[in-house]
């Protein structure tokens, strides 16, 4: 079955980074375009970044453009994030799912607390 297992999460201050993994299994990774998301408090699960399947084309949402990185390596069904010059508002848990259309289920997300 689909599984997807988010990792590298924690607490830092404003200004610091930190890199998030995401192995998947259970589907054929190396062919779909895969993104993460993220919840804040008290708000709806947001698209924050996506790879396509090669690598080739990334897309951003705008909030995090210039300071997030995402990248994936198909031979160990991993997709990444890296994150620098966080900010409070990036505080949420993140997740990482098929884009644009999920695979119906979820992990159970990493959590990044960004303190000011």
């Known amino acids: 079955q689909v599984q997807l297992v988010e990792s590298g999460g924690g607490s830092v201050q404003t200004g610091g980074s930190l890199r998030l993994s995401c192995a998947a299994s259970g589907f054929t990774f190396r062919f779909n375009t895969m993104g993460w998301f993220r919840e804040a408090p008290g708000k709806e699960r947001e698209f924050v970044a996506s790879?396509?399947?090669?690598?080739?084309?990334?897309f951003y949402v705008g909030s995090v453009k210039g300071r997030f990185t995402i990248s994936r390596d198909n031979a160990k069904n991993t997709v990444y994030l890296q994150m620098n010059s966080l900010k409070p508002e990036d505080t949420a848990v993140y997740y990482c799912n098929r884009h644009p259309t999920s695979l119906g289920v979820w992990g159970q997300g990493t959590r990044v607390t960004v303190s000011s």
């Open positions: 790879i396509t399947w090669s690598g080739e084309s990334t």
